[in-house]
C-alpha cells in the first residue's frame, strides 16, 4: 500500500511495519545470505543519523520488501513458508493479485513481500523454495552488493532486537525505484529517490557514482531507469517534481502560504537536479 501524501500514513502503522520486518528478519536466520532488504525502508537505513536535522520529513513504509536469490534453498533441512508461518506471517495475495505473506497486528495488515530476478522474464512469479516472488529485475545487482548494518530495534514481540540486515545498496535502490517510478508514477517512489540522494551517508556523489556503476555493471533494472530521468525529472513541471513535492506537502491549494508555495519550488527543484545529476552518471 502506497499512499499519495505523507501525512496519510499512520506513525503507529510505520513502526508497527518496521517491527513486523525485524520479527520476519529474525526468523529467517538460516536464509539471510540470500535475502536483501529492498523496498521502502532503505532509505531509512541507507541515510544515517535520524535525529540529524532534515528539511524533508523521514522515510515511512507500511511493508517489508525482501530480494531473495532465485536458487535459495535449505534442501530438507527446512522451508521458508514453514519459518514465515512460525512467525505469523501467511502467504495471500497484493492488491494486484500478486503473492505477498500478511501478518495481522492489532489494526493493522503488514505485508512482506518477496522478490527475486529470473532472466529474461521482467514480470510475473517464480518459485523460490516454497515461496512465490514476484519477478523484479535489479534484484541480483542488490544481493551482489548488499550492505551489512546493524540495525536495533523491537520486534512485534516487545523484545528489543540487534540484527544485521543486508541492505539494499544506493545504486541498485536508485535504478529499481525509477524504474518502479516509470511504471506506476507513486508520488511516494518520488520522494525515496530524492530522499536517498540528499542524504545517503557516503554523500550525493557516492550515491550517484553508485547509480553510474549500475549501469556500467549492466544491472537489467537501469534500461528503464534512465527512460524515466529522460522522460519524467526534466523540469519543475514534469512528473517526478510534482509528485515529490505532493507527497510532502499535499496537492496545490488555493491560497496556498508563501512559505508553503517556498517549500514546494524547492523540493520540485530538488528533484529537478536529482534527475540531473543521474543522467550525467548515465553519460559517462
Known amino acids: 500500500m502506497k499512499y499519495e501524501t505523507y501525512g496519510e500514513y499512520n506513525p503507529v502503522g510505520v513502526a508497527t511495519a518496521e517491527s513486523a520486518f525485524l520479527t520476519a528478519w529474525a526468523g529467517l536466520g538460516s536464509w539471510h545470505s540470500d535475502l536483501v532488504l529492498v523496498g521502502g525502508l532503505v532509505p531509512k537505513y541507507l541515510c544515517g543519523d535520524l535525529s540529524a536535522s532534515r528539511a524533508l520529513p523521514r522515510p515511512v513504509t507500511l511493508d517489508a ?9 535449505l534442501g530438507q533441512y527446512g522451508s521458508l ?66 550492505r551489512s548494518l546493524l540495525v536495533r530495534g523491537l520486534d512485534l514481540q516487545g523484545a528489543r532486537q540487534e540484527l544485521t540486515i543486508r541492505v539494499c545498496e544506493s545504486g541498485p535502490f536508485l535504478a529499481m525505484k525509477l524504474r518502479a517510478f516509470a511504471r506506476r508514477q507513486a508520488p511516494k517512489d518520488a520522494f525515496d529517490i530524492l530522499y536517498t540522494l540528499l542524504h545517503y551517508d557516503g554523500g550525493t556523489r557516492a550515491a550517484v557514482a553508485a547509480f553510474g556503476d549500475e549501469m556500467r555493471a549492466g544491472n537489467p533494472a537501469c534500461v528503464d531507469a534512465a527512460a524515466c ?52 552518471a548515465v553519460a559517462t
Open 65 to 73: 520488501d525482501l530480494g531473495i536469490a532465485l536458487g535459495a534453498s
Open 229 to 280: 530521468l529522460n522522460q519524467h525529472f526534466h523540469d519543475e513541471q514534469s512528473s517526478a517534481p510534482i509528485r515529490a513535492a505532493n507527497f510532502v506537502l499535499g496537492p496545490p491549494t488555493p491560497g496556498e502560504s508563501g512559505d508553503i508555495l517556498h517549500q514546494r519550488r524547492q523540493i520540485q527543484q530538488d528533484v529537478v537536479d536529482a534527475g540531473r545529476l543521474l543522467r550525467s
Open 81 to 146: 513458508q514453514m519459518d514465515l508461518q512460525a512467525q505469523g506471517f501467511h502467504l495471500s495475495k497484493n492488491e494486484f493479485g500478486g503473492p505477498r505473506f500478511v501478518k495481522q497486528v492489532g489494526d493493522f495488515s503488514i505485508p512482506v513481500d518477496f522478490l527475486t530476478e529470473r532472466p529474461p522474464a521482467t514480470q510475473g512469479t517464480a518459485v523460490v523454495d516454497d515461496v512465490p516472488a514476484n519477478i523484479m529485475p535489479g534484484i541480483n545487482r542488490a544481493l551482489a552488493s548488499a
